[in-house]
T-cell receptor, first 117, second 110 residues
């Protein structure tokens, strides 16, 4: 299994500013993902964080708004840029192994609760 | 695009009653995973089903994967207060990404 930590756990930000969320895994994982979850809703995948290369973004999410870095197998950052109140949400980082016969479960960080005023 | 539909959205039960949530995919899945999210918490992995027709049990929880690998269900027998939370199914696509169902919130009536 893997333990994932995220920081900050929560933040209140002014519109037009940017926030960088950090995600640290305690063991090497193949895949790292960033999700957004509105309260009471399902998870929406923002992007897959790729080690040493540009992230792969889902439809509706772009690099200019959500730049992502993953310099090594255990660390990733997500920046929410030029924030507006619509960006208020919980942002979750996850990691997992992939492929072959392993169980492909994803381990989730505790989330970052972002409020934009 | 690929979708996973999950019903019901909510289920209210008396403690001791059973609970079931269902997922249906528009396409064949390589596997399906189930997660539980407690109120205020993050999703926690419960199980992965890979084989057609597979049935797995974890104590009071029974998970099934359909013969066509397009549908799945989670059944909880004799619910307890510790079962409260939202249960998500997630189908894995060919890029190892999870396609999440909307979740079913289990509410225990007082």
């Amino acid at each position: 299994s893997a333990v994932i930590s995220q920081k900050p756990s929560r933040d209140i930000c002014q519109r037009g500013t940017s926030l960088t969320i950090q995600c640290q895994v305690d063991s090497q994982v193949t895949m790292m993902f960033w999700y957004r979850q509105q309260p009471g809703q399902s998870l929406t995948l923002i992007a897959t964080a790729n080690q040493g290369s540009e992230a792969t973004y889902e439809s509706g999410f772009v690099i200019d708004k959500f730049p992502i870095s993953r310099p090594n197998l255990t660390f990733s950052t997500l920046t929410v840029s030029n924030m507006s109140p619509e960006d208020s949400s919980i942002y979750l980082c996850s990691g997992g192994l992939a492929g072959g016969t392993v169980i492909n479960e994803q381990f989730f960080g505790p989330g970052t609760r972002l409020t934009v005023l | 695009g690929q979708q996973v539909m999950q019903i019901p959205q909510y289920q209210h039960v008396q403690e001791g009653e059973d609970f079931t949530t269902y997922c249906n995919s528009s396409t064949t899945l390589s596997n399906i995973q189930w997660y539980k999210q407690r109120p205020g918490g993050h999703p926690v992995f419960l199980i992965q089903l890979v084989k057609s027709g597979e049935v797995k049990k974890q104590k009071r929880l029974t998970f099934q994967f359909g013969e066509a690998k397009k549908n799945s269900s989670l059944h909880i027998t004799a619910t307890q207060t510790t079962d409260v939370g939202t249960y998500f199914c997630a189908g894995e696509d060919s890029n190892y990404q999870l396609i999440w169902g909307a979740g079913t919130k289990l509410i225990i009536k007082p």
